[in-house]
T-cell receptor, first 116, second 112 residues
Framework: GAVVSQHPSRVICKSGTSVKIECRSLDFQATTMFWYRQFPKQSLMLMATSNEGSKATYEQGVEKDKFLINHASLTLSTLTVTSAHPEDSSFYICSARDLGLAVGQFFGPGTRLTVL | GENVEQHPSTLSVQEGDSAVIKCTYS??????FPWYKQELGKGPQLIID?????GEKKDQRIAVTLNKTAKHFSLHITETQPEDSAVYFC???????????FGRGTSLIVHP
């Protein structure tokens, strides 16, 4: 089946540093990848949609200069949290849409970010 | 935009009982309704989905029903097992982008 991986699964960093999270589709090509954040006991909030080779589309209220998204290939998208602060601590989840499917998306296992 | 309401927020059942989670949506143009199961510390996993051209879909112990007129859809789990314990999210999406709007989630607890 379709598998999406994320790396790292867990990261702890100091306030002011930048953190990069990778999202890979392992056995399919993904023209579109999505980035979500999820606070404890809450639903998934879409941050941005990224299409391979073009700029990401950010949801209202999401700072594009703080959450840098790069989708350089059909199997890899990265999210960089720049100058992280404690309020950025969250569970970040990516998902990918299979190029061959019209609907649906497959989620990665998530990355737990803790900013001290 | 789309608004998805999900109830209940918490559901506690005994092993072997059935569990039903209900969702409503606001956008009549929505035509794809996936359900996801999320275990603690993991990403959501698609468990079943339904498109607007059918009213019911079943996969072993899991079934989903859709009422387009009333704009609501439900997840039914029969013969629940402790490993069914997780948070379940419904979602609705439409159009060419098929970007889903998620419900708030239901924490299902199955007691052995």
């Amino acid at each position: 089946g379709a598998v999406v991986s994320q790396h790292p699964s867990r990261v702890i960093c100091k306030s002011g540093t930048s953190v990069k999270i990778e999202c890979r589709s392992l056995d399919f090509q993904a023209t579109t990848m999505f980035w979500y954040r999820q606070f404890p006991k809450q639903s998934l909030m879409l941050m941005a949609t990224s299409n391979e080779g073009s700029k990401a589309t950010y949801e209202q209220g999401v700072e594009k200069d703080k959450f840098l998204i790069n989708h350089a290939s059909l199997t890899l998208s990265t999210l960089t949290v720049t100058s992280a602060h404690p309020e950025d601590s969250s569970f970040y989840i990516c998902s990918a849409r299979d190029l061959g499917l019209a609907v649906g998306q497959f989620f990665g296992p998530g990355t737990r970010l803790t900013v001290l | 935009g789309e608004n998805v309401e999900q109830h209940p927020s918490t559901l506690s059942v005994q092993e072997g009982d059935s569990a039903v989670i209900k969702c409503t949506y606001s956008d009549s143009a929505s035509n794809y309704f996936p359900w996801y199961k999320q275990e603690l510390g993991k990403g959501p996993q698609l468990i079943i989905d339904i498109r607007s051209n059918v009213g019911e879909k079943k996969d072993q112990r899991i079934a989903v029903t859709l009422n387009k007129t009333a704009k609501h859809f439900s997840l039914h789990i029969t013969e629940t097992q402790p490993e069914d314990s997780a948070v379940y999210f419904c979602a609705a999406s439409s159009g060419g982008s098929y970007i889903p709007t998620f419900g708030r989630g239901t924490s299902l607890i199955v007691h052995p």
